[in-house]
């Protein structure tokens, strides 16, 4: 047992930076049991989410043009796709979960690997529930209010309940948060290849009017350029999770061969099937119709399934819940990964004796979710705040990539990408960073305030290292309150 004034600790950052370079077959460190199957099947999870049916409206309004609006979805494959084949030398270089927090902290030191974990953990992870929450209670609340507007207050009532309620199975039971995350995938599969089906049927087969859309293509492309960058937000944010692989890539079997696989497989998937979705929702909205709709898959519904059209803001609805769900299930990684490096609150790791799950982890994700969405209600503003902020950090990692080049020139690289395509990728990263700054001043500004609030926290909890006796005090005892409130132990000192 820890002293009556002492927290119990987890185990010393060296030690997991050792358990992170273990060879597969040592019995330390992290299992590898992901197959292949299996890390193409968390990717394409991670990334089809609420994206996909919240981002076309946001696509649209900034291109102008159902031609540009295609052009935007296909490009922002492609460039996932090239930060990804990056990612897959990195992955195979610093054989550490953790993903790009890992790889900052090998190339630039603690400082500015801390302000990537800020972002991601404070940020970007946050705001995502967010998001997917406020998608949900749109979706679910079009059947009811299929003409006008809700009343006020109540979407946002709508996406605190889900939030409260994926934090709470999240805190129950392990096995349950992965039940609901296997049997709600489904939902958002069904809802795709519905829509898939249907508009290249109706393309292929259908009157006249359902190639109206696709007359005159490019008419009205914005000729705007930071409109264009805003249109590449909404779309890469339907993207987004095309680099989670590269968090757990200690658990994948045979790292060389299956990261690289993984990535191709499933983003080359993700590509093909979100250009097809917008193809066919063309088919049956106008470009106007778009833009008046925030909830454009049940539009469509509306439009071709008559009775039936309350299935499809089911699915989404179900698949709005998944990928909330999925999101707070997978940040206790990222708590992991910092603690580890010293850099996160050790209470963040803690686990309950009986659920056995992180429960002070997953209740910071769901606070600060529900912090953001009373902060704004705007689905696209929030995407602006987290996109800069996250598109920093990537910049910041792919750049690692070069740095290790330089400092590490003889370390064994499983896979060596050329050097043009980690250039391009950063190249692209500047972009989506500095031209929204002059598009939207007010979101970027907000987010980079976000990010920058890192700072004063680094250097007061990490910086600082020779804290008065108080301020230990404070913290020790702040520890063992959270770990009587939750029950919570360090899994390591259970015993």
């Known amino acids: 047992m820890a002293a009556e004034n002492e927290p119990l600790k987890s185990r010393e950052p060296e030690e997991l930076v050792k358990n992170g370079d273990e060879e597969e077959g040592d019995g330390k460190g992290l299992a590898k049991s992901l197959t292949l199957f299996n890390g193409v099947s968390i990717i394409v999870g ?99 209010f299929p003409d006008c507007a809700p009343p006020d207050g109540v979407a946002t009532l709508l996406a605190v309940l889900l939030i409260v309620l994926m934090t709470a199975i999240n805190c129950v039971s392990v096995r349950l948060a992965t039940i609901v995350q ?8 069904v809802a795709l290849v519905l829509i898939i089906l249907t508009g290249l049927y109706l393309f292929v087969f259908g009157d006249s009017q359902y190639k109206d859309s696709f007359e005159n293509i490019f008419e009205n492309t914005s000729q705007d350029f930071t409109k264009v960058s805003l ?67 049940v539009l469509f519904a509306n439009k071709l399934y008559g009775r039936f059209a309350f299935i499809m803001p089911l699915c989404v609805a179900c698949s709005t819940i998944g990928s909330a769900n999925g ?77 290790l080049r330089k400092t590490m020139p003889d370390a064994p690289r499983p896979i060596k990408v050329p050097l043009i395509w980690p250039m391009i990728f950063i190249l692209g990263c500047a972009a989506l960073v500095f031209i929204p700054i002059v598009a939207a001043p ?38 063992i309150f959270i770990q009587k409130l939750f029950m919570v132990v360090d899994d390591e000192k259970e015993d």
């Open 46 to 144: 991670c990334i089809i989410g609420s994206g996909i049916f919240v981002s076309p409206t946001g696509v649209q309004e900034q291109a102008g043009s159902v031609g540009l609006s295609l052009l935007v979805w296909l490009i922002s494959g492609i460039f996932t796709a090239i930060g990804a084949y990056c990612y897959a030398e990195l992955g195979t270089l610093i054989k550490k979960s953790g993903g790009d927090y890992a790889y900052i902290m090998e190339a630039f030191g603690p400082f500015v690997a801390f302000i990537r974990l800020w972002i991601e953990a404070i940020v970007v992870r946050p705001c995502t529930v967010t998001i997917v929450a406020l998608t949900f209670a749109i979706y679910g609340l079009r059947p009811f």
């Open 182 to 189: 296997d049997w709600f995938t489904i939902a958002k599969v």
């Open 231 to 297: 249109a590449f937000y909404s779309g890469l944010f339907a993207y987004s999770g095309w680099n989670f692989l590269n968090f757990i890539v200690e658990e994948l079997q045979n790292p060389k061969r299956n990261l690289p696989l993984a990535i191709a497989i499933s983003i080359t998937t993700c590509t093909v099937i979100y250009v097809l979705t917008n193809v066919a929702l063309y088919t049956a909205i106008s470009p106007d119709e778009m833009l008046e709709s925030p909830a454009v898959a």
């Open 327 to 403: 999101v707070i299930f997978t940040s206790s990684r990222l708590f992991y990964s910092g603690a580890r490096e010293g850099q996160m609150p050790m209470v963040l790791t803690m686990i309950n004796k009986n659920t056995r799950t992180p429960i002070p982890a997953v209740i910071l994700t769901g606070a600060l979710s529900i912090a953001y969405l009373l902060a704004s209600k705007d689905v696209y503003q929030l995407i602006n705040y987290i996109q800069i902020s996250y598109w920093l950090a990537i910049g910041t990692a792919i750049a690692a990539l070069f740095w």
């Open 442 to 479: 007010r979101d970027t500004g907000i987010g980079l305030l976000i990010m920058l609030s890192a700072v004063p926290v680094y250097v007061i909890f990490i910086g600082w290292k020779n804290k008065p006796k108080f301020f230990n005090d404070f913290i020790n005892s702040s520890t």
